[in-house]
Nanobody
Framework: QLQLVESGGGLVQPGGSLRLSCAASGFTLDYYGIGWFRQAPGKEEREGVSCINSRDGNTYYADSVKGRFTISRDKAKNTVYLQMNSLQPEDTAVYYC?????????????????????WGKGTLVTVSS
């Protein structure tokens, strides 16, 4: 059974860092794109944050996180990470990882939730002093 499990969320002060993990089971990441999305409290939109093509390592970042977040993958562990630095209160959200076959899909320079196939249950990141 294909499954994605996020971990690493928590409470952090502004300016702090967290590393989120997305562990895959039931399939290998080698032939998928893995994206990170976030949904802020009270908002319906699930914003695409970052995406990585496991096969060639190409990455994508939303402008809101560029230069602060880094996505990476560990093939041996079948896991994708999101290193988040310089966190701000506006980064507070539930963070989800999701998979798409072959590679990340960009439309008008963005990744979109409706292009993704499987989702994890999310991990909460709260940035507050």
């Amino acid at each position: 059974q294909l499954q994605l499990v996020e971990s690493g969320g928590g409470l952090v002060q502004p300016g702090g860092s967290l590393r989120l993990s997305c562990a895959a089971s039931g399939f290998t990441l080698d032939y998928y794109g893995i994206g990170w999305f976030r949904q802020a409290p009270g908002k319906e939109e699930r914003e695409g944050v970052s995406c990585i093509n496991s096969r060639d390592g190409n990455t994508y970042y939303a402008d809101s996180v560029k230069g602060r977040f880094t996505i990476s993958r560990d093939k041996a562990k079948n896991t994708v990470y999101l290193q988040m630095n310089s966190l701000q209160p506006e980064d507070t959200a539930v963070y989800y990882c999701a998979s798409v076959q072959a590679m990340c899909v960009l439309r008008a320079g963005r990744i979109n939730y409706y292009d993704m196939d499987y989702w994890g249950k999310g991990t909460l990141v709260t940035v507050s002093s």
